[in-house]
């Protein structure tokens, strides 16, 4: 069955410090992987897509890793600000990037 | 920008009843999908649509139904709701499936009474 999971469920971390998210996942055949960034009461906004070939992509403060060997994606997060507080959503595209499963999200709490 | 709206934000209905949630995409995008979202249970697929009048059943479509007249608006039907269909509806949009990120409109919270 394809899955997506991710971990930690939620984390609380102190502003200007970093965090690392991560996701696994079992999906088969794989296309890409998407992290997005969901503020409370709003939809989800694409911060990264990483296809097969690339291990490593950045989006400003976030960095997003790839190892498609062991099935593995972290995001990390760097000098952590207020805004960062939202959940992290890993999505994993498959079957020619037609389709799409989500994970579970991590819901990031940053404190002054 | 791509813009994904969905006409309300808050809807409070009751049981039975038949609720419209409306969505409509100024992008000229194929493809648009609903889903919900609830806690612990991410986002789960209902519906999508590749192109007008046709439509696809996603994960959960029980309960649910869809209509696609024109290219820029994709609506989801509860032909009568229930306590269970509380939920986070959202909309989204994608141009080039495999290679361009999903395009989400803000959400719609359902409280079915």
């Known amino acids: 069955k394809n899955q997506v999971e991710q971990s930690p469920q939620s984390l609380i971390i102190l502003e200007g410090k970093n965090c690392t998210l991560q996701c696994n996942y079992t999906v088969s055949p794989f296309s890409n992987l998407r992290w997005y960034k969901q503020d409370t009461g709003r939809g989800p906004v694409s911060l990264t897509i990483?296809?097969?070939?690339?291990n490593t992509k950045s989006n400003g403060r976030y960095t997003a890793t790839l190892d498609a060997d062991t099935k593995q994606s972290s995001l990390h997060i760097t000098a952590s600000q207020l805004s960062d507080s939202a959940s992290y959503i890993c999505?994993?595209?498959?079957?020619?990037?037609?389709?799409?499963?989500f994970g579970g999200g991590t819901r990031l709490m940053v404190k002054p | 920008d791509v813009k994904v709206t969905q006409s309300s934000r808050y809807l409070v209905k009751r049981t039975g009843e038949k609720v419209f949630l409306e969505c409509v995409q100024d992008?000229?995008?194929?493809?648009m999908f609903w889903y919900r979202q609830d806690p612990g249970l991410g986002l789960r697929l209902i519906y999508f649509s590749y192109d007008v009048k046709m439509k696809e059943k996603g994960d959960i479509p029980e309960g649910y139904s869809v209509s696609r007249e024109k290219k820029e608006r994709f609506s989801l039907i509860l032909e009568s709701a229930s306590t269970n269909q509380t939920s986070m509806y959202l909309c989204a949009t994608w141009g080039d499936r495999g290679k361009s990120p999903l395009h989400f409109g803000n959400g719609t919270r359902l409280t079915v009474t």
């Open positions: 990483m296809t097969f070939s690339e």
């Open positions: 999505v994993v595209s498959w079957n020619a990037g037609n389709m799409l499963t």
């Open positions: 992008m000229d995008h194929e493809n």
